[in-house]
């Protein structure tokens, strides 16, 4: 609704706005979104990721994405910051044992849309935003809670968001099939992100016969838009009569 309120006032204006996205696939269904009403730029800065090479492949598909969007007439600009893992690190110091989804994931928010307001008030966005609130996994309220504390600090509006509540999660796999970032089946093994590398095994798999999957811990390394995906992907495997075995410390995915 606040989201909504806040638009309808634009009237034929289009403001700017940073965007800060956690990947590719989780930004396609946001960036359509917001371009109806904002002139979108995404913001790469994800020094969680590691090591380097991922933080390319997924930045790699991120351009990619937008690219693919622009074809259809969906615009937005794309700001890269560098790979800077010890901006992670020395915040998340002493909560490396935290489980998932704690402490320590607290942290990773803050630090990116601390600086995605950073960046926005720095080069003069109207407004800033992020993907994170367009998975299921992740808490809007207290995402929202955070955005609205960086824009105190750096004197920046904050856009506020629930994406998942408008079938974004849904929509972002949908996009992502469409734009071909399910499996890139001429690129090396290693050339991959991990969550497509496991999308390869479940096929290769499959291709010799086998009728029941035993999947172990299959979710531990992918972002929340590839496990929306890796659901999808077991369920239509059950309703065609394969078998699966489902290994997670995560009782939220049992």
């Known amino acids: 609704r606040k989201y909504d309120k806040i638009v309808a006032g634009f009237g034929d204006t289009k403001p700017s706005i940073l965007l800060h996205s956690c990947c590719g696939p989780c ?5 359509e979104l917001l371009s109806q009403h904002f002139d979108v730029t995404v913001l790469w800065y994800n020094p969680n990721l590691w090591p380097e090479e991922e933080f390319e492949k997924r930045l790699a598909t991120q351009k990619q994405l937008i690219s693919c969007l622009a ?6 600009g794309l700001l890269t910051l560098p790979w800077r893992s010890e901006d992670y690190f020395s915040r998340i110091k002493g909560l490396e044992n935290e489980p998932e989804e704690g402490k320590r994931c607290l942290e990773c928010f803050k630090i990116r849309l601390e600086e995605t307001a950073r960046v926005a008030a720095e080069r003069g966005f109207d407004w800033f935003c992020t993907t994170l609130t367009v998975s299921s996994r992740k808490d809007a309220v207290v995402i929202n809670a955070i955005g609205r504390e960086a824009e105190k600090k750096y004197d920046v509006r904050w856009l506020p968001s629930e994406f998942k509540k408008r079938e ?3 929509r972002s796999i949908i996009l992502s099939e469409k734009y071909g970032l399910d499996v890139e089946l001429d690129k090396l093994i290693t050339e991959i992100s991990v969550g497509a590398q496991q999308r390869v095994e479940i096929l290769k798999a499959l291709y010799h016969g ?3 999957l035993i999947l172990d811990e299959p979710s531990a390394a992918l972002t929340d838009i590839e496990v929306e995906g890796l659901f999808a992907i077991m369920k239509k495997l059950v309703s065609e009569g394969k078998s699966i075995i489902f290994i997670s410390h995560k009782m939220r995915e049992v």
């Open 27 to 31: 930004s396609s269904s946001v960036i």
């Open 71 to 76: 074809e259809d007439g969906i615009c937005a």
């Open 210 to 212: 086998a009728e029941l």
């Open 168 to 170: 974004g999660n849904h």
